[in-house]
Structures are given as structure tokens and as C-alpha cells.
């Protein structure tokens, strides 16, 4: 009896051992699985959230702590996988802030806002650390996380104004003159900062945030099946890609193809915040100068034609904040090409960042951002969360150009690939707001507004209508003209396609070794380029920007 029990004791301690080493093994992979699930232990300082407002916020009427709230428009990864999906909400305040007011204290306006809490769909709150890196399209500039309004007396009619104070003393009889301009252009721009709900800003997590969540629920868009590649493959090598001006000089890049109706084109549009731009007349010419004038925007400002294949955009659509100077904007041709029973249309877009007047072009001129990947991914961006994409998937173009300039001189770059995107009924990803909501501001009734500009006026016209300030900002000019800031060199592994989805070769599956012979020895004009001489082809033309390189 005494042997069986002590048989029985080494059998059932083993079978303890066992179970021990079963639950040590599932354990680990349990850990082993949720790490794989996660990607990484954290996500880096530095790293974007593009953002959406959905509640106003003013410099004229915040206070420090004021609530403000936005939502994610493009989902945040993590090691691949997605920690926080697009429509998250975010919560957040305000931090500091001081309004220009009656304008005997500040001229501008600044603000410093902070989101703090993420939360999913799930319902997951997640506290994070950020700051306001950019304003998408604001005249406003950002700087070490605050926000800082324009001047107002610092626009074409305020220097104006200021130099012409001092015609009187020479000729008493130009003070008419004087006073015909004040009336004929009674501008002056709200100097208050004021962001609308449809606002976008991109934050930058200050601190790394370890331990991410990992959104089992984020749903992504698939891409196209393996059944319709060859067709997709098909209709992008048959596209242009290039856009050129009604002088035949090459313009910009084509990277976006649309699949589906004019119905559906417009709808999505529409949904996700972009306007039509107006025909070139009249009452546009003057709307534009007034907005030039006013330091605001003008949502449906019409864009120069270009051509491809000899004929004009079939659509032209922008979207703009508060800034003449800024916008993005997307040209589409509705092509020849069909894919299955949806019309296919060829775009090109991108971002203007600034306006100046061009002495060799006679009319005002728009420079563009370099980067076309990023105007690329703002489109599609806008359209998902707006809920109008089914499928996309890249294609690649091998041979096409990765560094060039467009036809006014300014430097562009992209990785060459073209985004292919099915549109479907537009389904808003959240019931938050996704869209611009048109509102006017304006800081008080007109008798402050009156007031406010006397004062501001006669300040700036006591620090800056002199002969002492007028050398400074002679000197200042003089100095910006002659040593312009230098761009970055570009490489080109940096305009390789870094977006997680997969990449499809469009040209390089369907050629065989000649054609791609063919294709690497095509011609290339001006200052075209693949791979070498990146400092002189990111170099913009004198007469495109007024400087000159050295």
C-alpha cells in the first residue's frame, strides 16, 4: 500500500510538472502573440496626427482651459498596426492665448492649444502629450507650438498706406491722393486668429507614448483584387504623365486615378470639404484681388488651365482656410479609358504655399510645396474619412521622373507611383464633422472694428513710417533677396513610397527588358532628373521666385 501510494505521488507530481510546463508554454504564447499583435513597445516622439477641429476656437474669445475638441483623419500605426483608427476623437484646451483687443497692447494675436486624450472607438481614453506643429493652409504661422495671427497694417494696402504718410510734407496737394486710396480700398484684415470647425492641424507627440492599444475594431480599406490588377495595370500605362500649359511646357505630375461616375466624383468631393473652382471673369478678378487685399481666402479661386493629350481639366477642385496665398488644389480629366463599368479619371494635384507677383509672367503666381506625395495623401485622406473610397492601391510607373520642376521653375518630388482609388457612395466614418464649415468672423460690432483699426494703424505708423525703419526694411529686403533660406537637398531614397500599402508595378510587369531599355533612355527635358544632380534640379528659377541661388 505504501509503495502504491508513493508510485501515485511521483505520477501525479509528474503530471503537476506538466501542467506547469503547459501553462508556462501557453503563457509565453499568449505574450508572444499579443506582441506580434502590438508591432512595437511605443510610439516616438515626433511622430503626426492629423487632426480635425469640430468645435470653433478664437483668439478673440478663448480663455486659457476652454475645451476644445477634434478627430483623427488619418489613422495612426504603430509597427504596422493600426493603434489609433481614423475618427478617433480628441480632447483637449486651450493653454494660452492673447487677443489683439483694442490693439494698444499686442499687434497679433498668438494662441497655444493642446489635445491630451485620445479616445477609439471603443472607447478607449489614451493620454498623450502634443503640440500644434502646423495650420494646413492658415495664414497664420506656427512656432514652437504657438500659433501666431497675422498684422493687420502689414498687407499691400498697409505699407502703402504708411509710405504715402509722408507724401504731404513734400506736396500738400497729394494728401487727395491720399485720401481717394483710403476710400477706394477700405481693407483691412481681422487680425484676430479664428479656426472654424474643418479646421486641419497636424500635432506632433512631444513625449513617446509607450504601451500603445492596439484598434482591433479599425477598419481598413482593401485594395483592388488580384483578378482586376491586369486591367488597373492596363488603363495607368496608358495614362499620361504629365500635365503641360497652354504653351505646351511641362507642368505638373499625375499621381491620383479615380474609378467611378461624374456623380460619384462630384459627391465625394463635395462630402469631403472641396469646392469647384469659378471661371475666369470679372467678378473673380476682383473677388481674387480682394482677397489679396484682405489677407483671406477665396474658396472657389479660379486656377490657370493645363492640358493634358491638348485639352483643358474637366473638373478643377480646391480647398482653402483663411489664406489666399494657400490651398490645395486637384485637377481631373475624365480619360478615354474605361475600367470594367466605371469611367476613369487621371488627376494631378497639389499644394500651393505662397503667391507673389511675377515680373516675367505679368499676372500673380502660386508656388507649390515639393513634396506631391504628401498633397497625394491629403486627397486621399480627406476622401476616406469622408467615407467615399471602396478600394485603392498604388501602382508604381518605373522610369518616371522623381525629381523635376514644374513649368514655373518650382521643384518637385514624388516616388513616381500613382494612387488608384474606387469611389463608392460616400458613408461618413463618424458623425462628427468632416467638412469646412463656411462661417465669417469678425471680432465685435463695426464701431470696435473702427476703432481698433485707427489705433492699430497709428501704432504701425509710429514705429514704421520713418526714415529709419524704411532703411531697416530696405536692408532686410535687400539681405532675404540676396541670401534666400536654402532648401534641404532632397535624396532620392526619400521619395520612395514609405505608405504601408502594398506597391504594384503598373509599367514593370507588363514590359519586357527592351521596352524597359526604352523607357530609361526616353528623353528628358530642362532639368529633369532620376538620381543625380538633386542640388541644381531642386534649385527653383530666379525668375520664379525672385531669388537668386547661388
Not at 481598413?220 to 483584387?225: L, Q, T
Request: charge should be neutral.
Amino acid at each position: 500500500m505504501a509503495q502504491s501510494r508513493q508510485v501515485w505521488r511521483k505520477k501525479s507530481g509528474g503530471r503537476v510538472k506538466t501542467l506547469k510546463v503547459r501553462h508556462g508554454l501557453a503563457l509565453l504564447g499568449l505574450l508572444l502573440a499579443s506582441a506580434c499583435a502590438l508591432g512595437c513597445d511605443e510610439i516616438s516622439a515626433g511622430t503626426s496626427f492629423w487632426v480635425r477641429l469640430t468645435s470653433p476656437v478664437s483668439s478673440f474669445t478663448a480663455h486659457p482651459g476652454d475645451h476644445l475638441s477634434a478627430i483623427l483623419t488619418e489613422e495612426v500605426e504603430c509597427g504596422g498596426v493600426v493603434a489609433f483608427p481614423a475618427g478617433s476623437r480628441l480632447d483637449g484646451s486651450v493653454r494660452k492665448v492673447h487677443k489683439v483687443g483694442w490693439g494698444f497692447r499686442h499687434e497679433t494675436a498668438e494662441m497655444e492649444i493642446a489635445f491630451t486624450d485620445v479616445t477609439s472607438a471603443s472607447g478607449t481614453v489614451v493620454n498623450i502629450q502634443t503640440v500644434v506643429a502646423e495650420v494646413e493652409n492658415a495664414r497664420e504661422r506656427v512656432q514652437n507650438g504657438v500659433i501666431h495671427g497675422i498684422r493687420s497694417t502689414d498687407t499691400p494696402q498697409g505699407r502703402i498706406n504708411s509710405r504715402l504718410r509722408h507724401l504731404p510734407a513734400w506736396n500738400p496737394y497729394s494728401d487727395v491722393g491720399l485720401i481717394a486710396f483710403k476710400v477706394g480700398f477700405p481693407v483691412f484684415p481681422e487680425p484676430e486668429i479664428y479656426f472654424r470647425p474643418g479646421t486641419d492641424l497636424r500635432l506632433v507627440l512631444a513625449v513617446s507614448l509607450p504601451s500603445p492599444p492596439v484598434a482591433s475594431d479599425a477598419v481598413k480599406i482593401p485594395g483592388f483584387r488580384e483578378e482586376e490588377i491586369p486591367d488597373l495595370v492596363r488603363v495607368v500605362a496608358s495614362l499620361s504623365e504629365r500635365s503641360t500649359t497652354t504653351d505646351l511646357a511641362e507642368a505638373d505630375i499625375t499621381n491620383l486615378v479615380f474609378l467611378g461616375s461624374r456623380a460619384q466624383v462630384v459627391a465625394a468631393f463635395r462630402a469631403a470639404g472641396w469646392s469647384p473652382s469659378d471661371a475666369f471673369s470679372l467678378h473673380s478678378f476682383l473677388h481674387t484681388f480682394y482677397a489679396f487685399l484682405d489677407a483671406s481666402n477665396y474658396p472657389q479661386a479660379p486656377m490657370r488651365p493645363l492640358l493634358i493629350g491638348g485639352a483643358p481639366a474637366d473638373m478643377n477642385w480646391e480647398r482653402s482656410l483663411n489664406s489666399y496665398a494657400k490651398r490645395d488644389h486637384l485637377r481631373l480629366w475624365q480619360t478615354k479609358e474605361n475600367c470594367g463599368d466605371n469611367l476613369v479619371w487621371l488627376g494631378t494635384a497639389t499644394r500651393d504655399t505662397g503667391a507673389t507677383l511675377s515680373v516675367r509672367y505679368h499676372r500673380f503666381l502660386h508656388h507649390i510645396a515639393a513634396d506631391l506625395d504628401a498633397e497625394r495623401s491629403k486627397v486621399l485622406r480627406d476622401l476616406t474619412i469622408a467615407g467615399c473610397v471602396s478600394r485603392m492601391d498604388y501602382l508604381s510607373r518605373p522610369g518616371s521622373l522623381h525629381i523635376t520642376k514644374n513649368a514655373t521653375g518650382d521643384p518637385m518630388y514624388t516616388d513616381g507611383a500613382v494612387a488608384v482609388v474606387q469611389l463608392q457612395d460616400c458613408q461618413p466614418t463618424t458623425t462628427a464633422a468632416t467638412k469646412m464649415i463656411a462661417t465669417d468672423f469678425r471680432a465685435g460690432n463695426r464701431a470696435f472694428r473702427f476703432a481698433r483699426r485707427q489705433i492699430l494703424t497709428f501704432r504701425s505708423d509710429i514705429w514704421r513710417a520713418n526714415i529709419i525703419y524704411g532703411v531697416y526694411d530696405l536692408g532686410r529686403m535687400t539681405v532675404e533677396t540676396l541670401h534666400p533660406k536654402q532648401q534641404p537637398p532632397v535624396e532620392v531614397a526619400d521619395t520612395m513610397l514609405t505608405n504601408p500599402r502594398r506597391l504594384i508595378a503598373a509599367v514593370g510587369e507588363t514590359q519586357d527588358a527592351k521596352q524597359k531599355e526604352e523607357a530609361e533612355r526616353r528623353p528628358r527635358t530642362g532639368d529633369e532628373t532620376t538620381s543625380s544632380g538633386l542640388r541644381q534640379a531642386l534649385k527653383p528659377s530666379p525668375e520664379a521666385d525672385g531669388h537668386t541661388w547661388p
